[in-house]
């Protein structure tokens, strides 16, 4: 079945560094989705990419989607405490969700 | 506008036992997914349902199982616990035909098997 991988699993930065989490799927996406899970609270949509080699922005958050729609990236800038949680990407190859095992941001101030 | 809610909020269950977990989805949403998340790692798919049809099924034993009613509510079942079903149950709902179909969550279900 599918499958989707997250890099790297943990991630600790300094407030103000910049922080990347890699996404890879076994199979071709239809669409892939970015979801955020704080600390003891349920996962939170971000955005979705549809289009092969798609770039979106959202402020200081920057996604990605491959030209081959398998791989998929979210970068943020300039991290803040508030960006605190663990990133998931999730890939849609039809009827179902696939998520990955997540990246866990830590900021320290 | 309320979200998706879901109950009960914890549970502790014995092995063996049965187990049903509830899920409101938010007005207008149509379609629910079930989702298994263990301690550390990311939701696993169970089901989606859309009009009271199960529209997908993830890889998970018939242990497990699922239905939706007219008013889109939707109930998953756990039969034969076991401990390794012990785990935060996330019911999402989608708002089908729109731009995106991103999964609303419910705050979940933290299941206990001893």
């Known amino acids: 079945g599918q499958q989707v991988m997250q890099i790297p699993q943990y991630q600790h930065v300094q407030e103000g560094e910049d922080f990347t989490t890699y996404c890879n799927s076994s199979?071709?996406?239809?669409?892939i989705q970015w979801y955020k899970q704080r600390p003891g609270g349920h996962p939170v949509f971000l955005i979705q990419?549809?289009?092969?080699?798609e770039v979106k922005k959202q402020k200081r958050l920057t996604f990605q989607f491959g030209e081959a729609k398998k791989n998929s990236s979210l970068h943020i800038t300039a991290t803040q405490t508030t960006d605190v949680g663990t990133y998931f990407c999730?890939?849609?190859?039809?009827?179902?969700?696939?998520f990955g095992g997540g990246t866990r941001l830590m900021v320290k101030p | 506008d309320a979200g998706v809610t879901q109950s009960p909020t914890h549970l502790i269950k014995t092995r063996g036992q049965q187990v049903t977990l509830r899920c409101s989805p938010i007005?207008?949403?149509?379609?629910v997914s079930w989702y298994q998340q263990v301690l550390g790692q990311g939701p696993q798919f169970i089901f989606q349902?859309?009009?009271?049809?199960?529209?997908g099924r993830g890889n998970f034993p018939d242990r497990f199982s699922a239905r939706q009613f007219p008013n889109y509510s939707s109930e998953l079942n756990v039969n034969a616990l076991l401990l390794g079903d012990s785990a935060l149950y996330l019911c999402?709902?989608?708002?089908?035909?729109?731009?995106?179909?991103?999964?609303?969550f419910g705050p979940g279900t933290r299941l206990t098997v001893l």
């Open positions: 349902y859309y009009e009271k049809e199960e529209r």
């Open positions: 990419l549809v289009k092969s080699g």
């Open positions: 999730a890939g849609d190859a039809g009827n179902m969700l696939t």
């Open positions: 999402a709902s989608t708002f089908t035909g729109g731009a995106y179909n991103e999964q609303f």
């Open positions: 199979t071709t996406l239809s669409n």
């Open positions: 007005s207008g949403h149509k379609s």
